[in-house]
């Protein structure tokens, strides 16, 4: 009997156990870390971002159950033949089927469509750069060789970030009194975005294929928020951006903009 009590207690604490190991973030073998000074993010061989820690305090920033992608695909209309059977012929984003990491590059292959993405990481201190590097048709999917089709759009960076206090639409940034959370475009051709959920919002970096597709990136920021600035300047001198934030702080930014009404021809020099 006490054996038996024994054992009853022992696979109670392995199931405790084991539960507590499914629910936590801690990398294994089938996860990817990429992580600076500031954050840790730990990524799912299926694409999924699983934890987003802002190391100084520990937060967590993204919301956790959500299964969204970090990575897709899309087209405009399934524009395969056996796709076009199973799926209404409007946008259809398909999503990352496996990743892996290559020493400085993601790799990444996406689902039903055959395709296959190299995305650059670049680690600095204030910010993780993601550049997709290159979308290329691979000629295979788990099911079958597939023919080639058109990818219209892709997402190369794509995070379901805790709402917090504000949300700062011009610059795609979560952020209250402690933490910031941006994801933000590194050269003029990323298509930067969000999209808002019941208790957090989809920050996102991607492109457009009529406009362009290989060598477009974005940028991941995640800081203190009085740190916000500084760390969107050094984006901006790592990828020889406009000075934004220099701008921004200068004594003559409140000038940037001056309404005139009723001027006479007589007076006009004295607002000049």
């Known amino acids: 009997m006490g054996h038996r009590r024994e054992f009853l207690k022992q696979a109670g604490f392995l199931a405790v156990n084991s539960l507590a190991a499914a629910a936590s973030p801690t990398p294994g073998r089938d996860t990817i870390v990429v992580e600076n000074a500031e954050m840790r993010l730990v990524i799912s061989s299926t694409g999924i971002a699983r934890s987003l820690i802002h190391k100084a305090s520990g937060q967590e920033c993204l919301e956790s159950g959500q299964e969204i992608s970090m990575f897709s695909v899309t087209?405009?209309?399934?524009?395969?033949?056996?796709?076009?059977?199973?799926?209404?012929?409007?946008?259809?984003?398909?999503?990352?089927?496996?990743?892996?990491?290559?020493?400085?590059?993601?790799?990444?292959?996406?689902?039903?469509?055959?395709?296959?993405?190299?995305?650059?990481?670049?680690i600095a201190d204030s910010f993780i750069g993601f550049t997709l590097e290159s979308l290329e048709y691979k000629g295979y999917t788990s099911l079958r060789h597939k023919r080639k089709t058109e990818i219209d759009s892709a997402v190369f960076l794509q995070l379901p970030v805790r709402?917090?206090?504000?949300?700062?639409?011009?610059?795609?940034?979560?952020?209250?009194?402690?933490?910031?959370?941006?994801?933000?475009?590194?050269?003029?051709?990323?298509?930067?975005?969000?999209?808002?959920?019941?208790?957090?919002?989809?920050l996102q970096a991607g492109t457009v294929d009529s406009v362009k597709t290989n060598g477009v990136g974005g940028a991941l920021i995640v800081t203190e928020s009085r740190h916000l600035l500084d760390r969107i300047a050094k984006v901006e001198d790592e990828y020889r951006l406009p000075k934004g934030v220099a701008s921004r702080r200068r004594k003559e930014y409140r000038n940037s903009y001056y309404e005139v009404s009723e001027v006479a021809p007589d007076e006009i020099d004295r607002h000049t």
Do not use: C, H
Request: aromatic share 12%; net charge negative; charged share 35%.
């Open 75 to 122: 087209q405009e209309r399934p524009y395969d033949n056996e796709l076009q059977l199973s799926y209404p012929a409007k946008p259809k984003a398909f999503a990352a089927e496996n990743v892996r990491r290559e020493n400085d590059r993601l790799v990444v292959t996406f689902e039903l469509v055959g395709y296959e993405a190299s995305i650059r990481l670049r």
């Open 163 to 202: 709402n917090r206090k504000r949300f700062g639409e011009w610059l795609n940034v979560m952020w209250d009194d402690e933490v910031a959370v941006n994801v933000l475009g590194t050269d003029p051709y990323a298509r930067v975005d969000s999209t808002e959920g019941k208790s957090f919002r989809i």
